[in-house]
């Protein structure tokens, strides 16, 4: 199991920047996909972006793409969400998430560990 810490949330007005960082530790990621998702409040948690620890390739939802930005740092075991031009309809909290296997499908129920989450809040 590999154990994950976000942080980097905050309050930020539309328009607005942040970056959100996932700190992974507990195992060697060269097969891991590391993904952040979102949860508003009253909606289910939906995939927001992905990138493969080895290779780097991303994948993105479609109300993203454009807009965010996920990015590793491997010496730092490092996953960061880079999110611009931030929207009020951002406004969630963002979890980072990680798995064994690449796949195209991004059902949260296909992500074995999970972090805490991060509040992010968009005014407008």
């Known amino acids: 199991q590999v154990q994950l810490v976000e942080s980097g949330g905050g309050l930020v007005q539309a328009g607005g920047s942040l970056r959100l960082s996932c700190v992974a530790s507990?195992?060697?990621?060269?097969?891991?996909?590391m993904a952040w998702f979102r949860q508003a409040p009253g909606k289910e948690r939906e995939f927001a972006a992905a990138i493969r620890w080895s290779g780097g390739s991303t994948y993105y939802t479609d109300s993203v793409k454009g807009r965010f930005t996920i990015s590793r740092d491997i010496a730092k075991n490092t996953v960061y969400l880079q999110m611009n031009s931030l929207k009020p309809e951002d406004t969630a909290v963002y979890y980072c998430?990680?798995?064994?296997?690449?796949?195209?499908?991004?059902?949260?129920?296909?992500?074995?560990?999970w972090g805490q989450g991060t509040q992010v809040t968009v005014s407008s």
């Open positions: 998430a990680a798995r064994t296997y690449y796949s195209g499908n991004y059902d949260p129920t296909n992500f074995g560990s």
């Open positions: 507990g195992r060697t990621f060269s097969n891991y996909v």
